[in-house]
């Protein structure tokens, strides 16, 4: 549930906000991520008008309501100014009409203005609601940043992800978040940050918390990053069969969104920060078309056609 006052004391500054009336109606829900300017509203016309969106006030609709008589205005306004109207905002520091400041006292409705043209609060409004209102989850992992892509780093507990991530950030590759990545769905695509509260920091058992920008500097670490692929690392099982060649591509579901999935087997002596590099490379590789897998594959079946017996002596080692 995001609020008007949630809205006003996080972005207030950045949107140039001024609260003119209706402050007891701060503890609004906003319930749509959508900006409306009422326009054709004010005629009258309200087939298709939502009632639930934050109203922008514009130099025309202000022009407009001006050269109405008083008693049609408040008509107007009243059709308008429901109880799911989450805020008023008039643009251009144009002065309220009496009227409207009159309504939205009486029925609690927060009214602002700001210094903005409407078409700039639109937009500006709109891309922080769409922020708020972006489906979310957190989930139990590494976010790092290796080669441009982002690789989400899972695995049980003490299975190695905040020692891989480690060495990831000593070879110059950035930090997003340990132990608790902040996911969102943003259009198609996949967003990751930490809590505030642990942002740069990592635990690593046996020595404790550190600051990765304190230690490494500001150039290792980012706030947020796209997630491209995930990692999952888990101990090394002899009984278990381990993809050889790369041809069966796994993907993982998060919120709706799928996403390259690797398992990575990990015992003493296998060069972990190696090999994600490695995928982050190979993945990059992908996007640009090129598929080693299956370019070897390709070669492979050729092998076979031209000369049987040099290919399946291939597959039987």
Known sequence: MYLVQQ?????????????????KGLSRRIQKPEVHRPGL????????????????????????LRELDVKTRIQRLQAILTPLTPAVVIA??????????AICAKDHIPLFRARSTATNLLSRITFILMEEFAPSISLHGTLVEVFGVGVLIQGNSS?????AALGLIERGHRLISDDVVRVKRKENYLTGCGPELTRHLMEIRGIGIINVAHLYGAV????????????????WDDQ????????????VDILGISIPYH????????????????????????????????EFNSKLLETIANSPKKGKAWLRN
Do not use: W
Not at 279 to 287: F, G, P, Q, S
């Open 159 to 163: 299975v190695g992800k905040s020692e």
């Open 263 to 294: 398992v990575l087997p990990v015992k003493p002596g296998r060069d972990v920060v190696l090999l994600l590099e490695t995928i982050a490379l190979n993945h990059r590789l992908k996007d640009m078309g090129y598929n080693s897998a299956k």
């Open 7 to 23: 809205l006003y004391d996080q972005h207030g500054k950045y949107l140039g906000l001024d609260l003119i009336a209706g402050e």
């Open 220 to 235: 290792c670490v980012r706030p947020d990053k796209g997630i491209d692929i995930v990692v999952k690392l888990e101990e």
């Open 240 to 251: 278990h069969f381990y993809d050889r060649v790369g041809l069966d591509e796994k993907y």
């Open 92 to 101: 251009r520091n144009f002065r309220p009409l009496k009227e409207l400041v």
């Open 41 to 64: 509203s004010l005629t009258g016309f309200l087939k298709s008008f939502a009632s639930a969106r934050i109203l922008v006030f514009g130099k025309h609709e202000i022009d407009f």
